[in-house]
């Protein structure tokens, strides 16, 4: 099985700079596509952004375009997202996510494993 562990929240403020780590077990890192998601207290959980097993392929949602980056390092079983510009409305609690088809999706639903969560602040 695979495990997932989240790092790298923390409190910001507004239009600041944050970078998430979610490290995983196992050896084949590879061969999952990663998906990063986020949850406010009282919301359902909604899609951040996605990366190929080769990290050939990302997707994001429109409300972090332009703003996020989400990478891996496939050497080191390690995915990122660098969040910058940082708004108020970023404030969650953020999950790294595993799928074993290989390929990016927006759908939690598609994802077979879940990390615990990070929690980010971004005060204004």
């Known amino acids: 099985q695979v495990q997932l562990v989240e790092s790298g929240g923390g409190l910001v403020q507004a239009g600041g700079s944050l970078r998430l780590s979610c490290a995983a077990s196992?050896?084949?890192?590879?061969?999952?596509?990663m998906g990063w998601f986020r949850q406010a207290p009282g919301n359902e959980r909604e899609f951040v952004a996605a990366?190929?097993?080769?990290?050939?392929?990302?997707i994001y949602a429109a409300s972090v375009e332009g703003r996020f980056t989400i990478s891996r390092d496939n050497a080191k079983n390690t995915m990122y997202l660098q969040m910058n510009s940082l708004k108020p409305e970023d404030t969650a609690a953020y999950f790294c996510?595993?799928?074993?088809?290989?390929?990016?999706?927006?759908?939690?639903?598609?994802?077979?494993?879940w990390g615990q969560g990070t929690q980010v602040t971004v005060s204004s």
């Open positions: 996510a595993a799928e074993s088809t290989h390929w990016p999706t927006r759908s939690l639903l598609e994802y077979d494993y």
């Open positions: 196992g050896r084949s890192f590879s061969t999952y596509a």
């Open positions: 990366i190929s097993g080769t990290a050939g392929s990302t």
